[in-house]
Structures are given as structure tokens and as C-alpha cells.
């Protein structure tokens, strides 16, 4: 019920170019985050959206939370290398539904840049 | 600022041993997490606590207990390792959605790899 389907899994891109993905569910959240994760280490928040309809930047990076509140995207441009990582979304349940700041997480797209 | 901190980062175990993971972080966060994250899959949530001596199950709570005897410090335990749960973990703090009103973002530790054998 409350599971997030992230797309793609998998992307390969030139350096320079921009990138797209995105999450959807059959849920409403109250919130939606982008993390990134390098290799051995955690995953490190992005973005944070709290309103449907905004969208935020973050440097290079896009991300807007869906008028539906069931989705969400996050764009990067001019990709560079150390853009590699896994891009993960995750959405919150309104805060009144069990107060305990519950995430549900996509499953990851994983992104590899060639310089 | 160290942020979250978890101990060890990896270690190997045998079937049937115990273990326990420490989770412990320095910004007076309320709530605090333990995740599993396995290949192909997002992190899923084990256990939680929303405060000192308070504990939940979260998704997948079998075979984990999990402690919080002071605020800063958040341990999950592994009675009797099984190869099932070879994984990475990963621990996560926030602020209290009472405190600020609204829903907080999470920050997770580095991980630590655990395999059984």
C-alpha cells in the first residue's frame, strides 16, 4: 500500500548530461526527500520537499513534489563524476498517522557518469 | 560535528552468535532508527524509538531487539545471527515531529556490514 516505485533502476550517462528520475506511489506523503549514497557509506539528504506543487534546486540538482502528493522527481544537470552514487527518493506518512516520522524508501536508481 | 556514529563497520559472524550494533548521535535528535538495506532493495526499518526508554517494531522487527536507555544511544541486537541476516545496516535520528511541528528529515550513520556465515 504505502510502497514507492522508483525509476529507473539503472542509468548510464556522459559526463555533461542531465538526468531524470523519479518515484510514484498509490499513497499520499506528507513529505518527500532525495538521499544519495556512495559506496560504503550512508545515504546523505539532498532535498527536501514539504509542500505538493514545490519545487526546489539544490546546486545542479531539481527536485518538485507532485500535485498529487504521490510523486515526486529529482532532475540533474550538467552531470559530472562524482555525481556517481545511488539516488534514493523517500516519502513520509502525514505526521498524524503514527508520529514516528516513518520513511518509506524507493528501491534506488543507480547512476554511473562516464567522463 | 560527528553526527550519526555506528560501531563496528563490519564484522563477520557465525550462525547462532550474538552481536550488538551501537548507534550513537550528537544532536539531541528524539527519534532514532535502524534500517536494513539489502541489494536491489530501499532501506527498511527494523526498529524505532521516539524517545529514551521507548522502543517499536517497524517492517521487519523479527529476529532484532533493540534498546534505548539514553537519549543519544541506540543499540540493536542480534540474539542468534542467522545467514538471512547478512546485510547492511544502517542507523538514522531525526528531530520529533511534536518538537517542530512537522515531519523531520532523517541522517544516517555510514553502515555497518554484517555477514553470517
Known amino acids: 500500500g504505502q510502497q514507492l516505485n522508483q525509476s529507473p533502476q539503472s542509468m548510464f550517462i556522459q559526463e555533461g548530461e542531465d538526468v531524470s528520475m523519479n518515484c510514484t506511489s498509490s499513497?499520499?506523503?506528507?513529505?518527500w526527500l532525495w538521499y544519495k549514497q556512495d559506496p560504503g557509506e550512508g545515504p546523505v539528504l539532498l532535498i527536501a520537499?514539504?509542500?505538493?506543487?514545490e519545487l526546489t534546486s539544490n546546486g545542479r540538482l531539481t527536485a518538485q513534489f507532485g500535485i498529487t502528493r504521490k510523486d515526486s522527481f529529482l532532475n540533474i544537470s550538467a552531470s559530472i563524476p562524482s555525481d556517481v552514487g545511488i539516488y534514493f527518493c523517500?516519502?513520509?506518512?502525514?505526521?498524524?498517522?503514527?508520529?514516528?516520522?516513518?520513511?518509506?524508501f524507493g528501491a534506488g536508481t543507480r547512476l554511473t557518469v562516464k567522463p | 560535528n560527528a553526527g550519526v556514529t555506528q560501531t563496528p563497520k563490519f564484522r563477520v559472524l557465525k550462525t547462532g552468535q550474538s552481536m550488538t550494533l551501537l548507534c550513537a548521535q550528537d544532536?539531541?535528535?528524539?527519534?532514532m532508527y535502524w534500517y536494513r538495506q539489502d541489494p536491489g532493495m530501499g532501506l527498511r526499518l527494523i526498529h524505532y524509538?521516539?524517545?529514551?526508554?521507548?522502543?517499536a517494531k517497524g517492517e521487519v522487527p523479527d529476529g532484532y531487539n533493540v534498546s534505548r536507555l539514553k537519549k543519544q544511544n541506540f543499540l540493536l541486537g542480534l540474539e542468534s545471527a542467522a545467514p538471512s541476516q547478512t546485510s547492511v545496516y544502517f542507523c538514522?535520528?531525526?528531530?520529533?515531529?511534536?518538537?517542530?511541528?512537522?515531519?523531520?528529515?532523517?541522517?544516517f550513520g555510514d553502515g555497518t556490514r554484517l555477514s553470517i556465515l
Open positions: 524509538s521516539v524517545g529514551e526508554g521507548t522502543t
Open positions: 520537499l514539504y509542500k505538493a506543487g
Open positions: 499513497s499520499i506523503f506528507n513529505t
Open positions: 523517500a516519502g513520509q506518512l502525514p505526521a498524524g498517522y503514527n508520529n514516528n516520522n516513518d520513511m518509506r
Open positions: 544532536m539531541n535528535h528524539e527519534y
Open positions: 538514522a535520528s531525526s528531530y520529533s515531529i511534536q518538537r517542530r511541528k512537522s515531519n523531520q528529515p532523517q541522517h
